[in-house]
């Protein structure tokens, strides 16, 4: 399968967290959150435009810690403009961005490296943010207890 995503030819890692482990691959998560992503969960200055077209529209930093949680790593952010950053997600030699395609065809601009390392303490400083990382956690695992649950019924 071809994902839209930057980096999902290499993002062959498993997760770390094993409350997680039916997310089994960074593609995989990405097929759930793309199910899960919702103005909801976007970021208040971009929710007018997000649509279930552009589901990764102003979804990075949430989306990134939600990936640091269940495959490990560190958080980078690209620098925009207005003093933000594009979080994204490296772990071991493995660089991959889910909510890349947010960009369009501005997504092939980005510089993956040189980026300064993102911290939750001060993203999650803004409890708006906060609480949509935990929305979308949240939602997250009720998708995954689904899982598990059809999976156990049909053994």
């Not at 949680?69 to 979080?87: A, E, Q, T, W």
């Not at 961005?97 to 400083?125: I, K, M």
């Amino acid at each position: 399968m071809c994902y839209g995503f930057y980096g999902w030819e290499s993002a062959c890692i498993s997760p770390v967290n094993q409350q997680f482990a039916a997310a089994e691959s960074p593609c995989r998560l990405y097929e759930i959150l793309s199910e899960l992503w919702s103005a909801e969960t976007c970021a208040p200055r971009l929710r007018e435009r997000w649509s279930s077209e552009n589901r990764t529209l102003g979804q990075c930093s949430v989306t990134a810690f939600l990936v640091q949680d269940i495959f490990g790593g560190k958080v980078y952010g690209i620098p925009r403009n207005g003093g933000n950053f594009h979080c994204y997600n490296v772990v071991v030699d493995c660089c991959f961005d889910l909510t890349s395609e947010q960009f369009g065809d501005e997504a092939a601009e980005l510089v993956y490296a040189g980026n300064p390392e993102q911290f939750r303490e001060v993203h999650f400083a803004s409890e708006e943010k906060r609480l949509r990382y935990e929305r979308l956690k949240g939602l997250l695992v009720e998708f995954l207890d689904g899982i598990s649950v059809n999976s156990e019924e049909k053994e």
